[in-house]
């Protein structure tokens, strides 16, 4: 008997809407699967709010090795109105990404036609470009702490961390990236140089350094406010852009405003040698929990992502169309409760174009 290529892939569907638009991810990675010569085996993790205020577990032992047994993991959403803030997001969300290693954060930037920006005058041809969020260091990695804490001399310092191990390795997947995303073959480092004159001087002489690997690679250079400026003026201008870890988290949520909304952002968190997450970017989203109404393509396009990454190409792309149909066709809006359709019929109307009906 012939025996097809089996993925293992862990899911953890989190909190809030998380568990909803997985179950939709999941059913359209299914029938994807049924149209190709690959298997999935999924394995559910309990992880997230529910759990921590049921047992008090946030990461326990043994999760991080088993889910370093996997091909990859779908994350749905982790963060809980009822714990506080910092405990799921650092203890787990974080903890993960740094315990595997994940140290690209790659986050998207794509208007579908059909699809509004609140950009005036931008349409399709102009949002498309990816952002290479370093994710294991910066502000991110926990160096810190209080003196004096709760007193009038209280000092608070959170320091960033950036070593040249891990700034160069970033750097480095980003021109690679860059090289075989193969569009406008422009990277652009995104700083502050100006202010952060420690951080950013070792990123900008990374950058130029590696630079001269690739030189077919265009390089520019912007500063993070200047960043922001350009996502909104001239977004057409940009291609690849790769930045540290705490300025990755703020442009990728502009970025996910102006490709239409955080019903359609999706990300990677990438170990290129080990095992990757993927994930809607949008959070847990607790006010529309259990109604039905959140949009699951965030968490679709996360699937597409991850099976580009296992080199399931010609699925991802299949993945891909049914989106771009969907948002042309279907969707009145990405916002919950305005898409026109619920979001199992979001992950029907997808499941309807993967099967060309
Ligand atoms: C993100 C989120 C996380 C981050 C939070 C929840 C810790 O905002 O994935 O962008 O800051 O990285
Ligand atoms: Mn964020």
Same mark, same amino acid.
């Given at each position: @008997?012939?025996?097809?290529?089996?993925?293992?892939?862990?899911?953890?569907?989190?909190?809030?809407?998380?568990? !909803? #638009?997985?179950?939709?991810?999941?059913?359209?990675?299914?029938?994807?699967?049924?149209?190709?010569?690959?298997?999935?085996?999924?394995?559910?993790?309990?992880?997230?709010? &529910?759990?921590?205020?049921?047992?008090?577990?946030?990461?326990?032992?043994?999760?991080?090795?088993?889910?370093?047994?996997?091909?990859?993991?779908?994350?749905?959403?982790?963060?809980?109105?009822?714990?506080?803030?910092?405990?799921?997001?650092?203890?787990?969300?974080?903890?993960?990404?740094?315990?595997?290693?994940?140290?690209?954060?790659?986050?998207?930037?794509?208007?579908?036609? +059909?699809? %509004?920006?609140?950009?005036?005058?931008?349409?399709?041809? %102009?949002?498309?470009?990816? #952002?290479?969020?370093?994710?294991?260091?910066?502000?991110?990695?926990? =160096? +810190?702490?209080?003196?004096?804490?709760?007193?009038?001399?209280?000092?608070?310092?959170?320091? =960033?961390?950036?070593?040249?191990?891990?700034?160069?390795?970033?750097?480095?997947?980003?021109?690679?990236?860059?090289?075989?995303?193969?569009?406008?073959?422009?990277?652009?480092?995104?700083?502050?140089?100006?202010?952060?004159?420690?951080?950013?001087?070792?990123? !900008?002489?990374?950058?130029?350094?590696?630079?001269?690997?690739?030189? !077919?690679?265009?390089?520019?250079?912007?500063?993070? $406010?200047?960043?922001? @400026?350009?996502?909104?003026?001239?977004?057409?201008?940009? %291609?690849?852009?790769?930045? $540290?870890?705490?300025?990755? $988290?703020?442009?990728? %949520?502009?970025?996910?405003?102006?490709?239409?909304?955080?019903?359609?952002?999706?990300?990677?968190?990438?170990?290129?040698?080990? #095992? =990757?997450?993927?994930?809607?970017?949008?959070?847990?989203?607790?006010?529309?929990?259990?109604?039905?109404?959140?949009?699951?393509?965030?968490?679709?396009?996360?699937?597409?992502?991850?099976? !580009?990454?296992?080199?399931?190409?010609?699925?991802?792309?299949?993945?891909?169309?049914?989106?771009?149909? #969907?948002?042309?066709?279907?969707?009145? =809006?990405?916002?919950?409760?305005? @898409?026109?359709?619920?979001?199992? &019929?979001?992950?029907?109307?997808?499941?309807?174009?993967?099967?060309?009906?």
């Amino acid at each position: @008997m012939e025996h097809k290529r089996t993925y293992n892939i862990a899911v953890i569907p989190g909190d809030g809407t998380g568990p !909803e #638009v997985i179950r939709e991810a999941i059913k359209t990675l299914h029938i994807v699967t049924e149209r190709e010569d690959f298997a999935v085996r999924l394995v559910q993790f309990d992880l997230g709010g &529910e759990r921590y205020l049921r047992t008090g577990e946030v990461l326990p032992p043994g999760v991080v090795e088993k889910l370093n047994k996997h091909d990859a993991i779908l994350l749905g959403a982790i963060g809980h109105p009822e714990v506080k803030p910092g405990i799921l997001e650092k203890g787990l969300l974080l903890e993960l990404r740094f315990q595997l290693d994940q140290y690209i954060n790659l986050r998207p930037v794509i208007l579908y036609p +059909g699809v %509004d920006t609140p950009l005036k005058g931008k349409d399709a041809e %102009d949002i498309d470009f990816v #952002v290479v969020r370093e994710n294991t260091e910066g502000l991110y990695a926990g =160096s +810190g702490g209080f003196l004096r804490k709760g007193t009038p001399h209280e000092v608070a310092i959170q320091e =960033s961390i950036n070593t040249r191990f891990g700034v160069e390795r970033c750097i480095r997947f980003a021109f690679e990236f860059c090289r075989r995303r193969n569009r406008r073959k422009k990277l652009t480092l995104c700083g502050k140089t100006n202010v952060l004159t420690y951080a950013f001087d070792l990123w !900008e002489r990374v950058f130029y350094e590696v630079a001269e690997e690739y030189p !077919e690679i265009q390089t520019d250079y912007a500063h993070v $406010d200047a960043t922001c @400026m350009w996502m909104v003026k001239n977004p057409e201008w940009f %291609d690849v852009i790769v930045t $540290d870890n705490m300025f990755g $988290d703020i442009i990728t %949520d502009l970025g996910a405003m102006i490709q239409g909304g955080m019903g359609i952002a999706a990300g990677g968190n990438i170990n290129p040698n080990g #095992v =990757s997450m993927f994930e809607p970017i949008g959070g847990s989203a607790p006010k529309y929990t259990g109604k039905n109404i959140i949009n699951p393509l965030a968490a679709i396009a996360a699937v597409q992502m991850m099976l !580009e990454h296992l080199g399931e190409e010609r699925a991802a792309g299949r993945i891909e169309n049914a989106i771009r149909k #969907v948002l042309l066709q279907d969707l009145k =809006s990405l916002s919950a409760g305005q @898409m026109g359709y619920f979001t199992t &019929e979001v992950g029907d109307l997808v499941g309807k174009y993967i099967k060309g009906v």
